[in-house]
């Protein structure tokens, strides 16, 4: 698994440019992965020269995209793999074009309940349909231009030490801010509790709590796997994700990342570790129960009730944004087949009658999906889910490697934090599923094309 694809003796297609300007567009795109999760940060969320769109993150992702169209043919297939993956992304790309397409009309509407989206339509066609987008570009240049695996092994040395970077300015900053940790303990940790949490999460890092939540359910399993491999220079960049999630007071954020964690280490056999990080755990849960861990053991009880509730549960989805959202979809046929379009939720009837909790997502991604695109596109997405999920499964059981495990917890991680939040289309929660797919996609290229170069017997 180290030698570069090809196919019949072809390499992938690309132009003639200098190999200097080839190794500018990896690092360049390298960069753009690196910057994931401070791209909201005061120093970068800044318009240049008072431009609208004219932001570091935004311009670095133009230039990866003019690397990506000038020196490959990005949808030029060499292999019957890359062939179906590219298949794949464009159905998922039109799927994304339509619903933002027939939610241009509903911006005005958009933006007087979700402030953050721009009213006027050219700026909410950058914001919502352009930016989404460049999340989008790590799919096609891994697939096109990352496909060694060493080049595979290099894509997440860096996102490892670009969540490292993320996990240490984190914890500085709540320690620079030690009320966050006292705020959950009253009330049993409800979204209210949890405003200061949120706020400083948009001050430092110009994202709410559960998006940066979401960059560690993605990726704190390849931290893991970098301590398993590479030993102890790793481990304390793994001990501080893991510190950065308990103070994060994130429960979908812990339990996603504790089950895609074990979910590795059961793969990998590594029962030991499973145990001991097990038992250090519970005592860790004996000696600091934090309002993360109160929260979770007390959660689905009602107020004076021993009952169980699926309301309490959920702390108030059901009742509070699924049931009524799902029964105005129902009601209407065309909502119903087609949804509302993107940000369907912000469309709802039932805005500020107090019968909906005024939430910009759903908090659901499969329901978010079904409000914006309808029943038909989520039922094929629901099939080619389950179909991804098993191939995914069988692959994986076949190569038996330890970074497409790593990889494969990272998604699984990512399935059980769709429950309660994230979204089907891109968004900066879900950034990281593109390239940690793209890379699930090229090492079961490299397998399948070794086995094409191999004699007959």
Known sequence: MTASLTHNGRAPYHLTLPRSVAQAGTFFFLLFL??????????????????????????????????????TAPLYATDKIERTSIRIFLLYFATLGIALIRSVPNAPLLHSRFPGIPGDYVDFILSACIVPTFYTLSFLFILRRMCSFQELEKITTVICLSILLLSIAFVAVVLMNPSVLLSGHAG??????????AQLCITYFGSHYNVIGSMFISTVPLLLYRALTRGALWIAPLCLSLLAVLLLESRTTLVAVVASCSLFLILRRRFDILVFGAGAAGIASLVWSGPTVEALLSIGFGSGSDVVSADALLTGRVDYIWRPLLEEWTSNIGLFLFG??????????????????EKTVAHNAFIGFFLDCGVILTGVALMFLMAGTVTAWRVGRRLNSGLYWALFASMFGCGISMVTGR???????????????????????????????????
Do not use: C, H
């Open 34 to 71: 690196f910057m994931w999760p401070f791209q909201g940060a005061l120093f970068l969320a800044d318009n240049l020269f008072g431009i609208q769109g004219f932001k570091p993150f935004n311009l670095l992702s133009a230039v990866v995209l003019a690397y990506l169209v000038f020196d």
């Open 188 to 197: 049993g940790m409800t979204d209210s509790d949890r405003d200061e949490m």
């Open 340 to 357: 509302a379009g993107r940000y369907g939720i912000g469309t709802s009837q039932l805005w500020s009658t107090g019968t909906l909790l």
């Open 423 to 457: 979204d089907i289309l891109p968004t900066i929660e879900n950034m990281y599923v593109f390239p940690v797919i793209a890379m699930m996609i090229n090492l079961a290229r490299l397998r399948y094309l070794a086995s094409q170069a191999a004699p007959r017997q």
